[in-house]
Nanobody, 117 residues
């Protein structure tokens, strides 16, 4: 069984920074999980990609966050971090952590980030 728990969300003024964390616990062989990621969903909008990072360290970012967000992970693939800088009101959303293999994707419950306009 896989459990993902996000933390670090909150209310931050525009221009500020946050660091989100996601801790993944496993009950099965971890070697098949190759990608950790973050997605977000703003009110009334579809869920969108924020960033992913592979076991090999390759990163990918959504266009809306390039240059402001940085994803990282532990070598054990049990924790991922999302450094968010220069926050904007449009970054307000619930941020979800994901853990994926070739055929499965697990999701956390999400953490709220709010940037007042």
């Amino acid at each position: 069984q896989v459990h993902l728990e996000e933390s670090g969300g909150g209310l931050v003024e525009a221009g500020g920074s946050l660091r989100l964390s996601c801790s993944a616990s496993y009950g099965i062989d971890t070697i098949n999980f190759n990608v950790l990621g973050w997605y977000r969903q703003a009110p009334g909008k579809q869920r969108e990609l924020v960033a992913t990072i592979t076991r090999g360290g390759t990163t990918n970012y959504g266009n809306a966050v390039k240059g402001r967000f940085t994803i990282s992970r532990t070598s054990s693939m049990t924790t991922t971090f999302l450094q968010i800088d220069s926050l904007k009101a449009e970054d307000t959303a619930v941020y979800y952590c994901t853990l994926a293999s070739a055929s499965l994707v697990y999701w956390g419950q999400g953490t709220q980030v709010t940037v007042p306009s």
